[in-house]
């Protein structure tokens, strides 16, 4: 069955640190990832998406994402954190499965912010 | 262009109340998902329309849940009646399909508070 895996439930920077959120998946073929940001009380925001292609994909806000294949990786980073960046950030999947497409979510990391 | 939109943001009911959510989607797209986010945890699908049709809803828990999509535009989400369990973020997303893949864009949310 198709999971994601974030295994980093929270996250504390520094202000101006770089940052990387790390994310895992498990699905049989090229799964199309995706990085949202939810913010208090807030619905999900896309950052950024991989289809194909290049593996490095740009978002919004700086951020960046990785898809590694041969580690069913596809880590979200940014090479300087700002205080608004605090938020939780998901990591999702959209796979086909049994005819359907759907979403699957990993659990979030909730990244805060130091000043 | 306007995002997604829900209704109410915010409900507080009793249990064995019951309650309704409303989702207007994107203009043009023609899926429309429901999501139920509990505290701490990932979206869990709970229903897709393709247009009208309910294409999985396998996750919609049918004693108590249901929804409907007139026309394959706006969506309502009702519980009938609430139970203590369901206090969650109730969230819609829709998207638009080209090709083999997607992307949702979701809404902010109506957060339920059962007492």
């Known amino acids: 069955a198709q999971s994601v895996t974030q295994p980093d439930i929270h996250i504390t920077v520094s202000e101006g640190a770089s940052l990387e959120l790390r994310c895992n998946y498990s699905?049989?073929?090229?799964?199309?990832l995706f990085w949202y940001v939810q913010s208090p009380g807030q619905g999900l925001q896309l950052l950024l998406k991989y289809f194909s292609g290049d593996t490095l994909v740009q978002g919004i806000k700086g951020f960046e994402a990785e898809f590694k294949r041969s580690q069913s990786s596809f880590n979200l980073r940014k090479p300087s954190v700002h205080w608004s960046d605090a938020a939780e950030y998901f990591c999702a999947v959209g796979a086909a499965a049994s005819g359907t497409y759907k979403y699957i979510f990993g659990t979030g990391t909730r990244l805060k912010v130091l000043a | 262009e306007a995002g997604v939109v829900q209704s109410p943001r915010y409900k507080i009911i009793e249990k064995k109340q019951p309650v309704a959510f409303w989702c207007n989607p994107i203009s043009g797209h023609n899926t429309l998902y429901w999501y139920r986010q509990n505290l701490g945890q990932g979206p869990e699908l709970l229903i897709r329309?393709?247009?009208?049709?309910?294409?999985?809803d396998s996750q919609l828990p049918k004693d108590r849940f249901s929804a409907e999509r007139l026309k394959g535009v706006d969506s309502t989400l009702k519980i009938q009646p609430a139970e203590l369990g369901d206090s969650a973020v109730y969230l819609c997303a829709s998207s638009f399909r080209q090709g083999g893949s997607e992307t949702q864009y979701f809404g902010p949310g109506t957060r339920l508070l059962v007492l």
């Open positions: 699905y049989g073929a090229t799964p199309y």
């Open positions: 329309y393709e247009n009208e049709e309910a294409v999985d």
